[in-house]
């Protein structure tokens, strides 16, 4: 784990479960790492130190960060000079309890102690490696596990900037507000700041990011989300603009207008509904009405004709019938959401939900079957009526699947895959606008081929030669 010039090496790991608030949260980490002098790790057993930055929203995620602790107990049998930290909402919601039930755990700090952290991270920098404890790692074997915050050639071209922290909305089956607390909205000119330096750092596409975004206010000026959209789009240099994710009863028809009216704003609104039945949105403590939600996606498509809606969906709420399930379908059917995150409900300690009567396991698993099916077959729907046209998408660079292709995502944040045309990442990153023209549609996204690649969104294309195949060699 030494650094090239013989130094002692600081490398830390960090995997990241849940929303966006948490990818956000792991990447003030890792800025906080890199200035205390640490490089990243791929391989947690290549690490000084071990942060896991959890969830607690559904039970799956929650199950899957106890297993993580209990599997990164090999590394500290083999070195116990390496720290392992637990962070995040599973933190805060099980702060009380958490070192008992995982004793090996060095810290555990909950949302509201980034600071405490990255203040740690600086304080544990090895002033040597122990040679012996390294070998005793490198025998492990492989403790898999992605990790998360490693930039490639790519990275900097999506910014993602926190606007607002935590929510007071207290929906009957979500432990957010219990973990990350009520609302709290930073300084306009913290955030304008902080879009500056993502700007010049390359950023063509910028993220605002809030567990309910759109409820945003600055404490000094009493600007609303829609005036913060517009301060943001005012800067030099900004070429596209997106944020998730929004409320409901936040959705107003200024806002509606804002979206249709600055022309750096991506097409896409992410409105979770969660269900199309009022007595269960009232169980839930949802605080908007089936006909009210409509009327939202109603002015949006008055003043954002060309804007897609995304959603969240769950089934099987405590109390959900038949009816309220078909109620669910019929509004998808009406909305014609482009894309839908799906879920059985999952009971969160702590919460009012939780207490209620569930419904059983099998009745919410062929709920959520006859619900992906509607939503998939209008994600299909759309993906096929691109065939034909060309769009523009944003490198995200070698698709996962495929290496030797690239993925990209159009402005509707539907995913494109292209031969990558024997361009060099060198040249990708100068011009990192793919214009594709699409060729087949899927439920995921679609496939197309390249035809140019430009450095500004709205900038000049210049055009790729289509690959020519050789048709006697592929005989």
């Given at each position: 784990m030494s650094?090239?010039?013989?130094?002692?090496?600081?490398r830390y790991f960090i995997h990241t479960f849940g929303c966006q608030m948490n990818e956000a949260d792991s990447r003030y980490i890792a800025d906080r790492a890199a200035s205390s002098g640490y490089e990243i790790a791929t391989d947690p057993a290549a690490a000084n130190v071990v942060v896991l930055n959890t969830c607690t929203v559904r039970d799956n995620a929650e199950r899957r960060a106890y297993g993580r602790m209990a599997h990164f107990k090999a590394l500290k049998t083999a070195d116990p000079a390496m720290k392992l930290v637990v962070c995040g909402c599973l933190a805060e919601q099980d702060r009380?309890?958490?070192?008992?039930?995982?004793?090996?755990?060095?810290?555990?700090?909950?949302?509201?102690?980034?600071v405490r952290l990255g203040d740690a991270l600086a304080a544990w920098r090895p002033d040597f490696v122990d040679d012996e404890a390294s070998e005793s790692r490198a025998v492990l074997r492989p403790l898999g596990g992605a990790a998360d915050?490693?930039?490639?050639?790519?990275?900097?071209?999506?910014?993602?900037?926190?606007?607002?922290?935590g929510c007071s909305y207290y929906c009957t089956f979500c432990i957010v507000p219990h973990v990350r607390g009520r609302f709290d909205h930073r300084p306009m000119g913290d955030i304008l700041a902080e879009v500056r330096v993502a700007l010049a750092a390359g950023a063509r596409e910028v993220t605002l990011v809030g567990q309910t975004v759109n409820a945003y206010r600055d404490g000094a000026s009493g600007a609303d989300f829609s005036d913060l959209l517009e301060s943001v789009a005012a800067l030099t240099g900004l070429e596209r603009l997106t944020f998730v994710t929004s409320h409901p009863k936040d959705f107003t028809e200024k806002l509606a207008r804002t979206l249709g009216a600055v022309p750096q704003l991506n097409p896409r609104l992410h409105l979770p509904?969660?269900?199309?039945?009022d007595a269960l949105l009232r169980r839930m403590n949802r605080k908007y009405t089936v006909a009210q939600y409509e009327e939202k996606i109603a002015w949006l498509r008055a003043y954002a004709p060309?804007?897609?809606?995304?959603?969240?969906?769950?089934?099987?709420?405590?109390?959900?019938?038949?009816?309220?399930?078909?109620?669910?379908?019929?509004?998808?059917?009406?909305?014609?959401?482009?894309?839908?995150?799906?879920?059985?409900?999952?009971?969160?300690?702590?919460?009012?939900?939780?207490?209620?009567?569930?419904?059983?396991?099998?009745?919410?698993?062929?709920?959520?079957?006859?619900l992906a099916d509607t939503v998939n077959r209008r994600m299909r729907g759309l993906h096929e009526g691109l065939v034909g046209?060309?769009?523009?998408?944003?490198?995200?660079?070698?698709?996962?699947?495929?290496?030797?292709?690239l993925a990209a995502k159009t402005l509707e944040n539907i995913t494109v895959v292209v031969p990558d045309a024997g361009l060099s990442e060198r040249e990708l990153v100068a011009r990192p606008w793919l214009e594709?023209?699409?060729?087949?549609?899927?439920?995921?996204g679609c496939t197309g081929t390249l035809r140019g690649i430009a450095e500004r969104f709205a900038g000049r294309v210049s055009p790729v030669a289509e690959p020519v195949y050789d048709l006697l060699a592929l005989r």
């Amino acid at each position: 784990m030494s650094s090239a010039n013989g130094a002692p090496g600081r490398r830390y790991f960090i995997h990241t479960f849940g929303c966006q608030m948490n990818e956000a949260d792991s990447r003030y980490i890792a800025d906080r790492a890199a200035s205390s002098g640490y490089e990243i790790a791929t391989d947690p057993a290549a690490a000084n130190v071990v942060v896991l930055n959890t969830c607690t929203v559904r039970d799956n995620a929650e199950r899957r960060a106890y297993g993580r602790m209990a599997h990164f107990k090999a590394l500290k049998t083999a070195d116990p000079a390496m720290k392992l930290v637990v962070c995040g909402c599973l933190a805060e919601q099980d702060r009380d309890r958490m070192q008992s039930l995982v004793p090996h755990l060095d810290a555990v700090f909950g949302t509201s102690e980034l600071v405490r952290l990255g203040d740690a991270l600086a304080a544990w920098r090895p002033d040597f490696v122990d040679d012996e404890a390294s070998e005793s790692r490198a025998v492990l074997r492989p403790l898999g596990g992605a990790a998360d915050c490693i930039a490639d050639a790519y990275s900097h071209l999506r910014a993602f900037v926190t606007v607002q922290r935590g929510c007071s909305y207290y929906c009957t089956f979500c432990i957010v507000p219990h973990v990350r607390g009520r609302f709290d909205h930073r300084p306009m000119g913290d955030i304008l700041a902080e879009v500056r330096v993502a700007l010049a750092a390359g950023a063509r596409e910028v993220t605002l990011v809030g567990q309910t975004v759109n409820a945003y206010r600055d404490g000094a000026s009493g600007a609303d989300f829609s005036d913060l959209l517009e301060s943001v789009a005012a800067l030099t240099g900004l070429e596209r603009l997106t944020f998730v994710t929004s409320h409901p009863k936040d959705f107003t028809e200024k806002l509606a207008r804002t979206l249709g009216a600055v022309p750096q704003l991506n097409p896409r609104l992410h409105l979770p509904v969660q269900s199309g039945s009022d007595a269960l949105l009232r169980r839930m403590n949802r605080k908007y009405t089936v006909a009210q939600y409509e009327e939202k996606i109603a002015w949006l498509r008055a003043y954002a004709p060309g804007c897609v809606v995304t959603t969240d969906l769950i089934v099987a709420f405590p109390g959900e019938s038949e009816a309220d399930f078909e109620a669910t379908l019929a509004l998808c059917e009406r909305i014609g959401f482009a894309q839908a995150f799906m879920f059985v409900y999952s009971p969160r300690r702590g919460t009012p939900a939780a207490l209620w009567e569930q419904i059983p396991a099998d009745v919410g698993g062929e709920r959520l079957r006859r619900l992906a099916d509607t939503v998939n077959r209008r994600m299909r729907g759309l993906h096929e009526g691109l065939v034909g046209s060309t769009v523009r998408a944003l490198i995200q660079g070698p698709s996962r699947k495929d290496p030797t292709k690239l993925a990209a995502k159009t402005l509707e944040n539907i995913t494109v895959v292209v031969p990558d045309a024997g361009l060099s990442e060198r040249e990708l990153v100068a011009r990192p606008w793919l214009e594709v023209r699409v060729d087949a549609g899927f439920t995921w996204g679609c496939t197309g081929t390249l035809r140019g690649i430009a450095e500004r969104f709205a900038g000049r294309v210049s055009p790729v030669a289509e690959p020519v195949y050789d048709l006697l060699a592929l005989r």
